[in-house]
């Protein structure tokens, strides 16, 4: 029988509602607050007085790196800790913890690989990703010290997510905390008091990872964990990762398809925009990264209760939390939406102090964020079906999206508008709108076919 004061518990016996809340506040709490990782860097680096746009340029070529290195950490957690979180549904411990050691074995393997690449091939990396002669001294100095923290950054980013998937959502929201905490008080140190610019703001990051990183295995080696980290289930099994790395594809998908997104939009933006419209897509990635953080928070907090009571078998609990979190989904794109479209001017000045890159950047924002109020939908019904076991499903919308959908449109549109350079950011909200009305009709015939049955 399980202990009644565990966090497993709870997953199956308390109210949905107020489940769903105690779950889903310190979740999006932990992905706004880790927002500030690269946001605080883009803002201290934007109003240098010194090159200062070229280097915000800079930086907006780094975010497809970034977002490449930590696709991996979601390979392996985002499938992993639904795998972990039906298990122990199940009440099947000794294999939660077993699928755990895996992944933070394939974790530390992960790292040293992408470092060493990175090592040797990044500057290459970096033109490929769309940077100019202008901005690739600022991308280079940057991503040769953020590299070298691969290893923090993909254990922070996958191991958290295990303690997530516990129930203790708010001891994950308070390791995201201290690392940004320390990022924040770090950066305009390293970036104007020891003078050391771009390079500071990634030693900045780099620092706070490691910080973030040691708070997270600490607790996984507790008392407090339910399940623990034990030094003899760290090894590869794939009999056990396999099924979690086909799961995780879809998030890890999304945030690789993005990397394409970003090389695609940087590339033809440089060539009809220039520098300009090249750090104005870094702006508006920024933004768009905000959204990308608040909603997957709220799917980060739903995840351990869907998945939990998943393998439990309890249906109609499944039903509760699903309800929840799409309605906190559409509510949340709908407020950021709102606030872009009303005052583009003030969210733009939050990462420049250039008048010019100010003025210039408020249509492509209301163009490139304009069916951003219907994107909760895509949300919460893609990344449920990731927590639901649903792996095809989630890998199919995700290739859907981007790459049949968006990637095509961001080299098409410029020939079709007299304004090729706003062409391009209209290819987000045309993409959107069709993968919502594909995501919505997919979830719908699983809802009705699978999630049916209502306990007695």
Avoid at 20 to 37: D, E, G, H, T
Wanted: with cysteine; net charge positive; hydrophobic share 50%.
């Amino acid at each position: 029988m399980k202990n009644e004061d565990t966090n497993a518990n709870i997953l199956e016996t308390m109210p949905v509602g107020r489940l769903f809340i105690k779950m889903a506040v310190p979740a999006v709490l932990s992905q706004l607050i880790n927002i500030l990782y690269n946001l605080v860097d883009k803002m201290f680096i934007g109003h240098m007085k010194v090159h200062g746009a070229e280097s915000l340029a800079g930086l907006g070529v780094t975010t497809p790196v970034i977002l490449f290195l930590s696709a991996f950490a979601a390979l392996v957690s985002m499938g992993g800790a639904p795998k972990t979180a039906i298990a122990l549904g199940r009440n099947e411990k000794d294999t939660a913890e077993r699928i755990m050691g895996s992944c933070t074995a394939l974790l530390i393997g992960i790292s040293v690989i992408l470092t060493a690449g990175m090592l040797i091939w990044g500057k290459n990396i970096l033109l490929v990703f769309g940077a100019s002669e202008d901005t690739i001294i600022y991308a280079v100095d940057y991503m040769r010290i953020y590299c070298l923290g691969t290893v923090f950054i993909q254990l922070s980013l996958g191991l958290n997510t295990f303690i997530t998937t516990q129930g203790f959502a708010k001891i994950s929201m308070l390791n995201v905390t201290i690392g940004a905490v320390i990022n924040v008080i770090l950066d305009p140190v390293m970036i104007y008091w020891c003078n050391l610019g771009i390079k500071g703001a990634a030693l900045a990051t780099v620092i706070a990872q490691a910080v973030s990183c040691i708070f997270i295995i600490r607790f996984l080696i507790s008392g407090k964990s339910e399940i623990k980290l034990k030094r003899k289930y760290i090894r590869i099994d794939w009999k056990l990762l396999l099924p979690c790395i086909l799961l995780g594809t879809s998030p890890a998908l999304m945030q690789i398809t993005e990397n394409m997104v970003a090389i695609s939009f940087n590339t033809v933006l440089q060539q009809y925009g220039g520098d300009m419209a090249v750090a104005s897509m870094s702006i508006l990635n920024s933004v768009m990264q905000f959204v990308m953080l608040l909603l997957p928070g709220l799917v980060q907090g739903a995840q351990p209760v869907l998945s939990y009571n998943l393998g439990a078998g309890h249906i109609e609990r499944v039903r509760k939390t699903f309800r929840y979190l799409l309605l906190s989904c559409i509510t949340g794109s709908c407020i950021i939406w709102g606030i872009c479209m009303l005052f583009p001017e003030k969210i733009i000045g939050i990462f420049t102090n250039n008048a010019a890159l100010r003025t210039y950047s408020v249509t492509p924002l209301r163009t490139y964020l304009c069916m951003l109020c219907i994107y909760g939908i895509q949300v919460a019904c893609q990344y449920s079906f990731v927590a639901l076991d649903q792996a095809k499903t989630a890998i199919f919308l995700t290739i859907w999206r981007k790459i049949i959908l968006l990637i095509p449109l961001i080299f098409i549109l410029p020939h079709l508008v007299t304004d090729p350079t706003i062409g391009v950011f209209f290819a987000e909200p045309i993409a959107d709108f069709i993968a919502v009305c594909t995501t919505g009709v997919l979830f719908y015939r699983y809802y009705r076919k699978n999630l049916k049955s209502v306990e007695g």
